[in-house]
């Protein structure tokens, strides 16, 4: 599978954003995708991930209740809602997937497999 990350860009804090994650090759139904995020000089975190077929989310402490992580119903694009943005929530922004993750791998980037380009989110006013 492959992973197209999009909709990132500058804006002011308290300001909202949709990340878009579109899968080509093939569906993501079999799939648990993440999203993750790296600032300068610091390693990759998890942001929040979601089981396709289940609907399951999971959310990092730092976002959890601004963001929302969610799918379509073709099951080939994971979107990123992030509302009221804060200027520590500026990194690029990857998407990510893999199909053989049990639910302890969920938060962990190395777990994933596949990965998309990262899309710039910079928060600052």
């Known amino acids: 599978v492959q992973l197209q990350a999009s909709g990132g860009g500058s804006v002011q804090p308290g300001d909202s954003l949709r990340l878009s994650c579109l899968a080509t090759?093939?569906?993501?139904?079999?799939?648990?995708v993440g999203w993750f995020r790296q600032a300068p000089g610091k390693e990759r975190e998890h942001v929040a991930t979601?089981?396709?077929?289940?609907?399951?989310?999971y959310y990092a402490d730092s976002v959890k209740g601004r963001f929302t992580i969610s799918r379509d119903n073709a099951k080939t694009t994971v979107y990123l809602q992030m509302n009221s943005l804060k200027p520590e929530d500026t990194a690029v922004y990857y998407c990510?997937?893999?199909?053989?993750?049990?639910?302890?791998?969920?938060?962990?980037?190395?777990?994933?497999?596949?990965w998309g380009q990262g899309t710039q989110v910079t928060v600052s006013s």
């Open positions: 090759g093939r569906t993501l139904s079999r799939y648990v």
């Open positions: 979601i089981r396709i077929s289940s609907g399951h989310t």
């Open positions: 990510a997937a893999d199909s053989q993750l049990i639910l302890s791998e969920f938060r962990n980037a190395r777990s994933f497999d596949y």
